[in-house]
């Protein structure tokens, strides 16, 4: 790791504090141990386990659609499921219900209401973005129409709840409808502060005559976009470690770290993700007029000219990406501590999900040289 990824290079980072949506304090040190759970030995056979109860849960989510399967909401509701995807909020919700010692019956609960929420936001995203594949499939609202897919997430989103209410006891189930009710409350609320104005991406330059101007007015603060972002993203990555976990022995401090990390990881996620939208061999595709105010790229664009007298290597295009990647690296490397202090069985699937976005964030950085391959000593006049 170099030098840039130990620090945040000048960007401010947000807490908790500085979004409405996680009251959490500053009291809880991200290097404070679980101390009752570090040592906890899985007795389980835990690969075994997973894929049996992944197939409990695909029954669980199913039957939570609770609609006639030819109504066209419960049949695009299925057509969504089937096409799967990793199921990876639902392995999350499993690992950590085992690694804080939920019941099996809780864990299939919590690990259904998660996957359907996520899934029930897809669908939704598809439909806002005009995205027409989703997981090498239609769309659902390609596939049906806009009305239906509407509809369709809602079922979805009203199944979660129908799922938690298959955990052992009244008291999970309260707690599990609680929390689903919060997380999923702060997504749509900060969605709806992304798509509440949205911009008009100004005419591409020709290739012809390829430029990207350093003049760039940013319509959104800092603090605003982080808030933003963290809403929308974070909600849904704590989701699955805190529905699973509240079914067995989950103390505050505990509960507080598993939102610090989704924090971090939420952050380090929609930055590294709106850098896939960006093609820096392209100038025109460049500009951060194109994309919308909160996204990361216009965020991270150089503001003037010139900063402190000294004109950007490579133009703004590269002082956007590396300043980019430089946040993203600094939030993945206070999740990468926190994870440090997670019981075992859930640290390790939590530092693979890490490490896979690390990778993408070293590709990011690789395209920098991309850029400049393509526009050697390229001014942005």
């Known amino acids: 790791m170099d030098g840039h990824d130990q620090k945040d290079v000048g960007m401010v980072t947000a807490t908790f ?7 959490v304090t500053d009291a809880v ?4 141990p679980l101390s009752e759970h ?28 609770n609609a006639p399967v030819d109504w066209p909401a419960t049949a695009a509701s299925l057509y969504h499921l089937s096409t799967q995807g ?7 919700a499993l690992l950590s219900g085992m690694a804080f010692g939920a019941s099996v019956s809780h864990r299939i609960a ?3 209401a998660a996957e359907l929420i996520h899934n029930a936001s897809l669908v939704h995203d598809d439909l806002c973005d005009g995205d027409t594949q989703r997981r090498g499939q239609a769309a659902v609202w390609q596939r049906y129409n806009p009305n239906v897919a509407l509809c369709t997430g809602d079922m979805m989103l009203t199944a979660a ?11 999970h189930q309260l707690a599990l409808v609680q929390l689903l009710t919060d997380r999923t409350s702060q997504v749509i609320a900060g969605q709806s502060i992304e798509i509440a104005n949205p911009t008009t991406p100004t005419e591409k330059s020709s290739e012809n005559t390829p430029q990207v101007s350093h003049k760039h007015q940013k319509k959104v603060c800092l603090t605003d976009y982080l808030q933003a972002t963290l809403a929308k993203t974070a909600p849904l990555i704590a989701l699955p470690l805190e529905a699973g976990a509240l079914g067995g022995k989950l103390t505050s401090g505990e509960h507080d770290q598993i939102r610090y990390f989704a924090n971090a990881v939420g952050l380090a996620y929609q930055i590294i993700d709106d850098l896939d939208d960006v093609d820096v061999t392209h100038l025109s595709a460049c500009q951060p007029d194109n994309f919308h105010d909160y996204h990361a790229w216009p965020q991270h664009w150089p ?36 994870i440090a202090n997670f ?11 890490l490490a896979k976005l690390r990778q993408q964030l070293v590709e990011h950085r690789q395209s920098i040289a991309s850029h400049l391959h393509y526009y050697p000593g390229k001014s942005a006049s």
């Open 86 to 92: 990793s199921q990876l909020r639902a392995r999350l």
């Open 17 to 23: 504090n500085q979004t409405a949506m996680f009251n």
């Open 110 to 112: 919590a690990a259904a």
């Open 303 to 338: 503001s003037g000219s010139t900063h402190s007298g000294f004109t950007y290597p490579g133009g703004p295009v590269a002082s956007a990406m590396q300043r980019a990647v430089r946040h993203a690296s600094a939030a993945l490397s206070r999740a990468e501590k926190l």
């Open 161 to 171: 709840f129908r799922a938690a209410l298959a955990s052992d006891s009244s008291e």
């Open 343 to 353: 019981p075992d069985q859930l640290a390790s699937a939590l530092a693979a999900i």
């Open 29 to 32: 040190s991200i290097n404070q």
């Open 38 to 65: 570090a040592d906890v030995s899985v007795t389980d056979s835990i690969d075994g386990d997973i894929d049996s109860q992944l197939v409990r849960v695909g029954e669980l989510m199913r039957n939570s659609l």
